[in-house]
């Protein structure tokens, strides 16, 4: 295992997705994010079957960032319960480990 984690989050709108992923770079709380395409959700919500365009993103921090910045993008969230998950790296280049904790002065 790596010492580094990435956080997935999906946001309502690009614009959504752009704010919170500068802040959090700005903030160091991540070395980086990726803003990927919009995409097709479908989940239950309240007893309905809904759907909604989304975009998801990736942010990669260190595995001693990740609930702090977990509690930050929920803060900065527009909704009520935001999915938010931290999946773990099994393996890394070293020096890909070492930037990423470098950037959010681990």
């Known amino acids: 295992m ?3 984690v990435t956080v997935y989050a999906v946001f309502g709108s690009q614009d959504e997705a752009e704010r919170i992923g500068t802040a959090m ?3 160091r709380m991540a070395a ?3 803003i990927l395409a919009p ?3 479908i989940y239950r919500w309240k007893g309905a079957i809904e759907q909604a365009v989304e975009v998801p993103a990736l942010f990669k921090t260190t595995a001693a960032n990740a609930n702090d ?3 930050r993008i ?5 909704y009520d319960t935001p999915a938010i998950t931290v999946w773990s790296i099994a393996h890394a280049p070293d020096s890909y480990s070492a930037w990423a ?3 959010t002065g681990e």
């Not at 929920?74 to 527009?78: D, E, R, T």
């Open 2 to 4: 790596t010492s580094i």
């Open 25 to 27: 770079i700005e903030e």
């Open 32 to 34: 980086c994010v990726n």
């Open 39 to 41: 995409c097709r959700s």
């Open 69 to 71: 910045l977990v509690a």
């Open 74 to 78: 929920a803060a900065l969230h527009s």
């Open 101 to 103: 904790e470098a950037e």
